[in-house]
């Protein structure tokens, strides 16, 4: 039961945002925040390429105008931060993880996304298919900006941001599930918003 | 909340005795969670001040005027009043005695904050590591821990950017690789790098020190805001 505070009132109630679409503890910005955690790496677009390795029959990859080539999608989706923002409609251009995956076989189940300056995130294999999760390189109709993961960055919406790895460069698939960055300091291992699975234990 | 302590105009370090607090590492935070008596909530992450040898628990806010939970903490909070916290929080962005050093730190504006818990920390366990702090502030005004800082025995320089007092001798200008060169040590002597402040601040920061030669891997970094209304 959390203590009242005297005299806070809220002066950031929305009555203008449908609350169903406001995970608990999060509050709503029109803004875009920037959180990493070190520089921001610049990859040359020409010795980019994007890796499916791991637990896989046959490693796989792609040239960054090859991934371009693949068919893409446009989706609009809320995103929302552990750091409490959420950000609603966001509309984002990249390849379904679905393509990626179509020609490749696996008994894995579980996925670290692995990134330009180190950054790892680790999802159940089941989160990054079925159509919930992208390799993102267009935000709002341009080119996605580095400060905010481009080239690309694998967006999963419906798990905390952190889990949408910025500047990633490939998927390593795993029989085991190894915690990524953030997940090795102190934040949750699943990440579902709903829940308010931000920290370790929640 | 025991007392609250003015720092500038628009910052104020709070002081709190939070029970059942089993300590923090220098660099981390807390969650704040304010509560309106209808059960509305809304929460808001802030660095830890103090170090972990403090008495106190120790935040420093600075008032966003746009803000929800800064505007409470800085203007409406009284001492003897509770405050819900969470923490502490991150593992990375921290800085322990045993790390080492050189440790060279980078502030923009409020972004100060997690480096008074460090600084604090390596004076009392009487740590060894160099250190220097290149803290950025519009005015002397708004430079946070101003007096403090002298006695810290830390390598303080501070920078200017829109306001400098009549005789001011040290720099006035927005940090660059120019003035990162002049103020870091040079990459050879691999400092690690702490560097805190609005996005903007430690984008430039960031990428001027990689410029410079500086190995990415050492350099660690903390922002707050956005990129604007995109």
């Keep these: ?202 | 909340m025991v007392e609250l302590l003015d720092e500038t105009p628009r910052v104020r370090s709070i002081v709190l005795d939070p029970p059942d607090w089993h300590g923090h590492l220098a660099g981390q935070h807390v969650d704040v969670r304010l509560t309106a008596e209808d059960g509305y909530q809304a929460q808001r992450s802030y660095s830890i001040a103090s170090a972990p040898e403090d008495e106190h628990l120790v935040l420093t806010v600075e008032r966003l005027d746009d803000g929800e939970v800064s505007p409470y903490l800085v203007d409406e909070l009284r001492p003897g009043d509770e405050l819900e916290l969470r923490g502490p929080i991150g593992g990375y962005f921290v800085w322990e005695a045993s790390t080492g050093g050189p440790l060279l730190l980078v502030a923009g504006g409020s972004g100060v904050v997690p480096f008074r818990s460090m600084l604090r920390h390596r004076a009392a366990v009487g740590s060894s590591a160099p250190a220097r702090l290149l803290y950025s502030s519009r005015s002397l005004d708004e430079v946070i821990y101003r007096d403090e800082l002298e006695h810290l025995g830390t390598d303080v320089r501070l920078t200017l950017t829109r306001e400098q007092p009549d005789g001011w001798t040290g720099y006035g200008r927005r940090i660059d690789a120019d003035l990162l060169a002049e103020v870091a040590w040079p990459p050879e002597e691999r400092p690690l790098v702490y560097v805190c402040g609005p996005t903007a601040f430690v984008e430039v920061a960031a990428s001027s020190l990689v410029a410079l030669g500086h190995d990415a891997a050492r350099i660690k970094t903390e922002r707050f805001g956005a990129t604007g209304g995109r």
């Design chain 1, 1 to 202: 039961m959390s203590p009242i505070s005297r005299g806070f009132r809220g002066r950031g109630r929305r009555d203008d945002v449908d609350p169903s679409r406001i995970p608990p503890g999060q509050y709503v910005t029109g803004d875009f925040p920037v959180l990493s955690a070190g520089p921001t790496p610049h990859t040359r677009l020409e010795d980019w390429t994007f890796a499916i390795r791991g637990a896989v029959d046959q490693p796989v990859s792609w040239t960054w105008d090859e991934l371009r080539a693949l068919p893409s999608e446009t989706v609009t989706r809320d995103i929302h931060c552990v750091t409490k923002w959420s950000k609603l409609d966001t509309v984002w251009t990249g390849v379904s993880v679905d393509t990626l995956l179509a020609d490749v076989e696996t008994s894995a189940e579980h996925v670290t996304a692995w990134c330009d300056g180190g950054y790892t995130t680790n999802l159940p294999l089941e989160d990054v298919t079925g159509g919930r999760a992208w390799v993102a390189y267009g935000y709002d109709g341009e080119p996605l900006d580095p400060e905010h993961g481009g080239p690309a960055r694998l967006l999963v919406p419906h798990l905390y941001f952190w889990k949408s790895a910025k500047w990633v460069r490939g998927l390593e698939l795993r029989e085991d599930d190894e915690p990524g960055f953030w997940e090795t300091y102190g934040y949750h291992n699943y990440g579902d918003p709903w829940k308010e699975q931000r920290y370790a234990g929640d």
